[in-house]
């Protein structure tokens, strides 16, 4: 079995900063593409930010030169660091993991901007 477990969501000013991080454990042998979605309240998931196992990354247009995606394929982790937060970022995030054709989720973490 493969489990994911998001942490470092929480409260934050508008302009602060925060950093996610998303560990993958259980069965695995190799993650292709892993990413973060983000669904705010009353609207729909949406992609945030996705890495390719070649490190190619792509963006939501909301948040292009704010946040970046990296990984760390040893640890089974990716992370999103997430720069002049507004309060339009507020939302859960939520990390995924492309393994063997098959999508893996966590749980979800809180991410709270206050203006």
């Known amino acids: 079995q493969v489990q994911l477990v998001e942490s470092g969501g929480g409260l934050v000013q508008a302009g602060g900063s925060l950093r996610l991080s998303c560990a993958a454990s259980?069965?695995?042998?190799?993650?292709?593409?892993m990413g973060w979605y983000r669904q705010a309240p009353g609207k729909q998931r949406e992609l945030v930010a996705h890495?390719?196992?070649?490190?190619?990354?792509n963006y939501a247009d909301s948040v292009k030169g704010r946040f970046t995606i990296s990984r760390e394929n040893a640890k089974n982790r990716v992370y999103l660091q997430m720069n002049s937060l507004n309060a339009e970022d507020t939302a859960v995030y939520y990390c995924?993991?492309?393994?063997?054709?098959?999508?893996?989720w966590g749980q979800g973490t809180q991410v709270t901007v206050s203006s």
């Open positions: 995924y993991i492309n393994l063997q054709m098959t999508y893996y």
């Open positions: 259980g069965n695995i042998l190799s993650i292709n593409a």
């Open positions: 890495i390719s196992s070649g490190r190619s990354t």
